[in-house]
């Protein structure tokens, strides 16, 4: 994806297709506007850039409920940052 405007709508429509970098662009977009919502949506959808945004969050934190959710969701490296937190 070269245009770096591309409107949500179209990267919506190029992740219905499977296209992973509009899903990494999505979640990096709503990152960046702190939606977390818009985040958890994308992970519950496969993203797995979100899952590591979300994580990266999650881990600041150190909200470990989260990091449970995130890890049941199918992101892996949450569950190693939760180990992480909770040997201390």
Same mark, same amino acid.
């Given at each position: +994806?070269?245009? #770096?405007n @591309?409107d949500?709508?179209t990267?919506?429509?190029? #992740? &219905? !297709?499977?296209?992973? #970098?509009?899903?990494d %662009? $999505?979640? &990096?977009?709503? &990152? =960046?506007a702190? *939606?977390? !919502? !818009?985040?958890? !949506?994308? $992970? *519950?959808e496969?993203? +797995?850039?979100?899952?590591?945004?979300l #994580? %990266?969050r =999650?881990?600041?934190?150190?909200?470990? %409920?989260?990091?449970?959710? @995130?890890? *049941?969701?199918?992101? &892996?490296?949450?569950? @190693?940052?939760? *180990? %992480? $937190?909770?040997?201390g």
């Amino acid at each position: +994806m070269e245009n #770096t405007n @591309i409107d949500r709508e179209t990267l919506r429509e190029l #992740t &219905d !297709e499977g296209n992973e #970098t509009a899903w990494d %662009r $999505l979640a &990096d977009l709503a &990152d =960046a506007a702190g *939606d977390l !919502e !818009e985040l958890s !949506e994308l $992970l *519950d959808e496969g993203c +797995m850039r979100a899952g590591f945004l979300l #994580t %990266r969050r =999650a881990a600041a934190v150190g909200d470990l %409920r989260e990091l449970r959710r @995130i890890r *049941d969701a199918g992101y &892996d490296e949450a569950g @190693i940052e939760l *180990d %992480r $937190l909770l040997k201390g």
